[in-house]
């Protein structure tokens, strides 16, 4: 399993008004503005689509095919402040669409032997361990329950805007983000015994 | 309810998900329940780590990849000015030659188009030929009508004309007999 590299950056901030700006210029054809935009969004596609997929290649396959499809469907995002959620929802369908044609490279019934890490003295290899165990976790989830999840606890939208995201009801997202809380709790009881 | 049913709901709980009325249910239960305690302490233990992990982000350097193969892809889709037009002139070219091709190869083609006729029509184009004189000689003429080839001769761009050439055992006798449709 490629483990993602992640590094503390800041992103970007964006004026307010840019965001409209640089939709109405790219609209226009302005190359420059559409790159602005990309660069105001790009760490929520990235991101959730690196959650979503569980390697970093995968994820940047998936960003590209989210902007792409942004650029052709400018003249129908009305509003730039429907442009996020409108994201989410594209991102989620075309990580789909990846790990339909990419199936996980660890079935459940090829797990690994899952070791007990608490005599690690490292806290940050017990972070890294931390991390690589939530990826996995993340794995054995349904689509829908790993895409509510990573949308509602990760990214920290609201349940009616999951719900908006995934073309669901919110009561069945509570539902889909529960039984994923359960999952992701007892794997990680699992894989750090000691711990929890 | 068991313990296993409300740990749907301590799930919900311990991120805010649940309603104000199931939020008090759900600390009475964890309150007076052992078990459900435990669920509960993990529960929160793997909510923080997931936040903890949602806290570090991606190197630039991935989002500059990104970045840089969606311009190229958006970019090479912007051919230059000549390169446009010399794709428009390609495509008219090639829309010429093809009119052309239809324009000239039925010329060149004619196709003779057969035409069987009834025999009813047949003994009547008999008939013509009787009256003018052009009867084959001793041949009856049923004969002529059942045994007789008979060719439509469709002119090209002259669709409304029919030419119906009747052969009979005779070689020497040849009955030509010209219609001319007019209207639907």
């Known amino acids: 399993m490629n483990v993602l590299a992640l590094l503390a950056i800041a992103a970007p901030v964006e004026s307010p008004g840019g965001g409209a700006r640089s939709i109405a210029a790219a609209r226009a054809g302005d190359l420059a503005a559409f790159e602005s935009l990309m660069r105001q969004h790009e760490r929520l596609v990235l991101v959730t689509a690196a959650r979503l997929l569980g390697k970093l290649e995968d994820a940047q396959d998936a960003s590209q095919e989210v902007f792409l ?76 329950e790993r895409a509510a999840m990573v949308l509602r606890d990760l990214e920290g939208l609201s349940t009616a805007e999951v719900a ?33 | 309810m068991n313990c296993q049913e409300w740990e749907e709901r301590i799930a919900l709980y311990a991120a805010g998900d649940a309603g104000a009325a199931d939020a008090g249910e759900t600390e009475r239960h964890i309150a007076g329940c052992a078990g459900c305690q435990v669920f509960w302490s993990g529960m929160k233990q793997s909510l923080e780590w997931l936040r903890e992990a949602h806290q570090e982000e991606i190197a630039p350097a991935h989002y500059a990849a990104v970045r840089a193969r969606v311009m190229a892809q958006l970019e090479s889709g912007r051919a230059p ?49 009787q009256g003018a004189g052009s009867r084959p000689g001793g041949l009856p003429h049923r004969e002529v009508g059942r045994r007789g080839a008979l060719w439509a001769h469709l002119p090209h761009r002259q669709a409304e004309t029919i030419l119906v050439k009747l052969e009979t055992d005779n070689p020497d006798v040849v009955i030509y007999w010209i219609a001319e449709k007019k209207g639907d």
């Open chain 2, 81 to 129: 000015w000549w390169k446009q037009v010399w794709a428009y002139g390609l495509g008219i070219a090639a829309v010429a030659a093809v009119m052309v091709l239809i324009a000239v190869r039925p010329h060149a083609e004619s196709p003779r188009a057969t035409m069987v006729m009834p025999a009813a029509v047949v003994e009547n184009a008999a008939d013509a030929g």
């Open chain 1, 164 to 196: 908006r995201a995934l073309g669901s009801s919110e009561a069945t997202v509570r539902s889909q983000i529960s039984k994923a809380r359960i999952k992701v709790r007892a794997f990680m009881e699992r894989y750090f015994r000691s711990q929890l």
């Open chain 1, 69 to 144: 499809r942004l650029y052709r469907s400018l003249g129908k995002i009305d509003a730039v402040e429907n442009l996020p959620g409108w994201l989410y929802r594209v991102t989620v369908n075309v990580c789909h669409d990846i790990t339909r044609k990419r199936p996980a490279s660890v079935p459940v019934d090829e797990l690994p032997e899952l070791a007990a890490t608490g005599a690690d003295p490292q806290q940050s290899a017990a972070r890294a361990e931390r991390r690589r165990a939530l990826q996995m976790s993340l794995r054995f989830l349904s689509e829908k």
